[in-house]
């Protein structure tokens, strides 16, 4: 397990996938989907949580990103992860990110029980690539 934390600025979106593709890049994994999707969630934590964000990569037995941030967790955000938007308007400036995290990620949800992170965890699982 490998994690960073980064301020709540859109600069750490850059420095998220970087540390993604340096903890990645040596593993049966579609880097392209991790990057996509780690730049979903860590988006969401610099526009609508605004508190700094633990970013952290597993990598056994599955591919698992984590994004804690410092929010706890809304009803509404509750009701997106567990039925995200498939049908965003056009002209919508946001809305798909949760949607894209749902459709590409293996495994996707929110944890947020009392603990020792006073916020709230957004994660992805990707599968390996099986060797041919």
Not at 51 to 60: F, N
Not at 61 to 86: K, N, S, W
């Given at each position: 397990?490998?994690?960073i934390?980064?301020?709540?600025?859109?600069?750490?979106?850059?420095?998220?996938?970087?540390?993604?593709?340096?903890?990645?890049?040596?593993?049966?994994?579609?880097?392209?989907?991790?990057?996509?999707l780690?730049?979903?969630?860590?988006?969401?934590?610099?526009?609508?949580?605004?508190?700094?964000?633990?970013?952290?990569?597993?990598?056994?037995?599955?591919?698992?990103?984590?994004?804690?941030?410092?929010?706890?967790?809304?009803?509404?955000?509750?009701?997106?992860?567990?039925?995200?938007?498939?049908?965003?308007?056009?002209?919508?400036?946001?809305?798909?990110?949760l949607?894209?995290?749902?459709?590409?990620?293996?495994?996707?949800?929110?944890g947020?029980?009392?603990?020792?992170?006073?916020?709230?965890?957004?994660?992805?699982?990707?599968?390996?690539?099986?060797?041919?």
């Amino acid at each position: 397990m490998e994690s960073i934390t980064l301020p709540p600025e859109p600069s750490s979106v850059a420095l998220a996938r970087r540390f993604v593709r340096t903890h990645l890049d040596a593993h049966d994994v579609d880097l392209d989907v991790a990057l996509l999707l780690t730049t979903e969630l860590v988006t969401n934590v610099v526009r609508h949580a605004r508190t700094s964000l633990d970013l952290v990569v597993k990598v056994e037995p599955t591919i698992r990103v984590e994004v804690h941030d410092g929010e706890a967790a809304t009803e509404a955000l509750r009701d997106l992860i567990a039925r995200p938007p498939t049908n965003v308007a056009i002209s919508s400036a946001g809305g798909r990110g949760l949607g894209l995290v749902s459709a590409i990620a293996n495994r996707f949800g929110l944890g947020d029980e009392p603990g020792s992170w006073n916020g709230k965890i957004v994660w992805f699982e990707l599968d390996r690539r099986s060797k041919q």
